[in-house]
């Protein structure tokens, strides 16, 4: 029998009040929101992390409903909470204009960015735009990343209050298991394709994968990702065999209800359902595992072994140790036969062998990370700031591979260089707290009624696989960034927490006098403990402890509820310019006459620009559009009299073709870039763009980006001999292992900036 809060009461039900439809809702929201971000190609997109910040915005109120309670409920502080709550204020500090000489004090690193990066003359063409020095180097993505922290707090606060109650925890756990197990039978039909046809019209045909990714698996666009995933639902799953156990082995109050059931006359039917649940489980298990092995991810395939390892050693203390031995056999022996079936193990068998020959240590990332120690010994003490990872890297590259690192593909290192010394102790903390707090929470199980106690057992169980697997995997990955692993993880430590919080309630009431118990007027039914706990669960209570914290955690979701709503105006400013940009990238190579709505695209990106005219990314995508404008008026001019043929049209109103004709004619003394553009072309939309560009990279100083572009459109440089070869130079620091960026760039200096005529001797020294 379930209360209104989910805990049983012997001997009696009572009718579910109005907190029940609105843990089922939360729930609903929850879980949907979790498989709902897996399913958007692994929530890699910003529009996918925008909605999952308005539902969790949209959902956090009900959060509040469920806390109003009677007096004598009283709360444990959530010390995740209150981390997350110190992470999203570290990290809004990054993104706030300070004064220079504070930010030279501090983070000299800051400041040296600016200085060392932004050319002088480029500094005197933007004396229009707002000055600011953040201590982050691209405040834009700070402010994007952190929806990380703010949203993570508020779900694990959220979680505490519904997953704990037996009904929607075991609701959450099957959502994951079966998203899991759903995702991996069809990413590994998708691999199956994508493994044994050569021809790109049969690889365009994916049930689930993504086209054209370099690494899928499921709905994941990077397989490192999905194993991440697919790692937490074979804990869910895990966690669901522990549920549908028949009894605690340490629980001598489950051994009289597995006797009562016994003598139960449905004690038959209710023996065939279980276990047809656990077949079921198993081969969501199986297919779980499966999907880890196939998605040939040697992290994912090392977090599995970390939980494994993890789940082996408990049931080696409640079970013999030759069965655990064999179910860990054969399920390993299942998953590989499974993969020789579909014929996908020798892929994972090429893949594992470079862990155990040493050629793992060859991957590019193992040289990459050589490179970002510098970065983080050179941001020391602050970091670089949340989300800026692949601009920080870029100035210390010596050893790295030809890719762009977006993220460092170890969250260690990623986070000591965007956090610097602050970010990484912090997480430790945190769980270092809730392994302590789920500790303390085993030793107490007997505090719970005898179904709630296998719930708990059952969440702790899983909590027991992930946890290990994902310290291990993202070792090697950046999963934890994307939502569905991010939200994963906060539910089943919300979870924990709102288990152990009843628990230390419990056993306060407990110790208290009768009269005193029944003076107190609780918002749910307790069942008390017989034994006073070894390990206090609620430490936290005490007087002085209690007087000191009691604000800790309500200040601390104001500050996160704050932080997810200026998150979400963030991440939906970056999702607009993020699909802008998209359209752009899908027209590149196509004919500029198809281009559709230019006109429509500026505007919007002007509206963005008119909220946050800090956005680093709307600034560059504005110079963008503005140049493919009027390349698309200087094409449509050209073809429309004939004049050059509709496939060939794209090159001859190019910027690198106008800058190449205009250098060609430096010397003449009529030299005009008027006369070399058409006549429906608008000069001042090529220097307005140019001024985009310029902002682009005043905020956001370690992006090459709009220095490429800045090179182009040279000409319209009142000291191209000043600001070119200097942006030339700084390009070839920053894209040196990137081979198309320099090839591109040697295209670029190939060219020779001629002066003008009437030029002053001092500009062309």
């Known amino acids: 029998m379930i209360a209104a809060a989910g805990v049983e009461v012997r001997g009696r039900t009572q009718s579910i009040d109005w907190r029940e439809p609105v843990r089922a809702l939360m729930a609903l929201v929850l879980a949907g929101t979790i498989v709902g971000s897996a399913w958007a190609y692994g929530g890699g997109y910003l529009s996918t992390r925008f909605h999952v910040c308005l539902a969790i915005l949209v959902t956090a109120p009900l959060g509040v409903l469920l806390t109003i309670r009677r007096h004598g409920d009283r709360r444990q502080t959530n010390w995740i909470v209150v981390a997350t709550a110190l992470v999203w204020i570290a990290g809004f500090a990054q993104t706030l204009p300070l004064p220079e000489e504070f930010i030279d004090w501090i983070q000299p690193s800051a400041t040296e960015v600016t200085r060392k990066w932004l050319p002088e003359a480029i500094v005197s063409e933007a004396s229009d735009i707002q000055p600011g020095q953040t201590l982050s180097i691209a405040a834009t993505y700070t402010k994007m990343a952190l929806a990380v922290p703010a949203t993570f707090g508020i ?182 036969g499974l993969l020789e079936v579909l014929g996908l193990r020798a892929i994972f068998a090429a893949r594992l062998e470079t862990l155990y020959q040493g050629t793992a240590l060859e991957d590019p990332r193992i040289d990459h990370w050589s490179d970002s120690l510098n970065a983080i ?160 669960i609620g430490k936290a209570d005490s007087a002085f402890l209690r007087a000191e914290t009691r604000f800790a955690q309500p200040l601390a979701l104001i500050m996160l509820f704050a932080g997810l709503s200026l998150a979400t105006l963030a991440l939906s400013r970056g999702s607009a310019i993020e699909k802008i940009r998209l359209q752009r990238d899908a027209y590149r190579n196509q004919s500029l006459l198809e281009f559709p709505d230019l006109e429509g695209k500026i505007a919007a990106v002007e509206r963005v620009l008119l909220k946050q005219p800090d956005h680093s990314e709307a600034h560059l995508l504005m110079a963008r559009l503005l140049i493919d404008q009027q390349r698309q008026i200087g094409a449509s001019y050209l073809v429309a009299n004939n004049l050059v043929p509709a496939e060939k049209v794209a090159s001859w109103v190019s910027p690198r073709t106008v800058r190449r004709a205009y250098y060609a004619r430096a010397s003449n003394p009529k030299n005009s870039l008027h006369d070399l553009l058409m006549p429906t072309q608008d000069i001042s939309q090529w220097k307005r763009a140019r001024e985009h560009a310029i902002a682009a990279l005043y ?55 001629v002066p003008s005529p009437g030029t002053p001797d001092e500009m062309t020294e």
């Not at 909590?463 to 692993?485: C, E, K, N, T, W």
């Not at 090459?704 to 800045?710: A, C, E, K, Y």
């Open 377 to 536: 010994w050179h941001f020391l003490p602050l970091g670089a700031g949340l989300g800026t990872y692949r601009f920080a890297y870029l100035p210390f590259q010596h050893s790295g591979g030809p890719r762009w690192f977006v993220n460092a593909d170890g969250m260690p290192i990623e986070w000591l260089l965007e956090g610097g010394l602050w970010l990484l102790p912090i997480i430790v903390g945190g769980i270092w707290w809730l392994v302590r707090r789920s500790a303390q929470l085993r030793s107490h199980l007997d505090s719970l009624g005898p179904k709630d106690a296998i719930f708990a057992d059952g969440m702790l169980t899983a909590a027991r696989f992930v946890l290990p697997a994902m310290l291990v995997s993202q070792l090697f990955d950046y999963g934890i960034l994307q939502p569905s692993l991010l939200l994963s993880v906060a539910c089943i430590g919300g979870a924990l927490i709102g288990i152990a919080n009843r628990v230390a309630n419990t056993r306060r009431l407990n110790d208290l006098p009768m009269d005193a118990v029944r003076s107190e007027t609780t918002s749910q039914p307790i069942v008390a403990g017989n034994r006073r706990p070894q390990m206090p």
């Open 699 to 753: 905020h956001c100083p370690l992006d090459d980006r709009p220095r490429l572009l800045l090179i182009e459109l040279d000409m319209l440089s009142e000291q191209p001999q000043l600001t070119t070869p200097v942006l030339i130079q700084q390009v070839r620091i920053l894209r040196n292992r990137t081979p198309r960026v320099m090839q591109h760039l040697d295209r670029l200096e190939s060219i020779p900036i």
């Open 155 to 336: 779900v694990c606060w959220l979680a505490s209050l519904v997953f704990s109650a037996r009904r929607w925890g075991r609701f959450f756990l099957a959502s994951i298991a079966v998203a899991g197990g759903t995702f991996s039978f069809f990413g590994l039909a998708d691999a199956i394709r994508l493994g044994r046809d050569e021809a790109v019209e049969l690889r365009q045909r994916l049930i689930i994968s993504p086209v054209g990714a370099d690494d899928p698996f499921g709905p994941f666009v990077n397989n490192n990702n999905a194993a991440g995933f697919l790692n937490i639902a074979v804990g869910c799953t895990i966690g669901l065999l522990a549920l549908n156990r028949r009894r605690l082995p340490t629980s001598p109050t489950l051994s009289a209800v597995r006797q009562n059931r016994s003598s139960d006359t449905g004690h038959a039917g209710a023996t065939d359902y279980r276990r047809f649940i656990q077949v079921l489980l198993a081969i969501t298990l199986l297919l779980n595992i499966a999907g880890v092995m196939g998605s040939a991810s040697r992290g994912g395939f090392l977090g599995l072994m970390a939980g494994g390892l993890a789940i082996f050693a408990l049931r080696l203390r409640t079970t013999p140790p030759a069965r655990t031995v064999l179910i860990v056999a054969v399920l390993l022996a299942a998953s590989v």
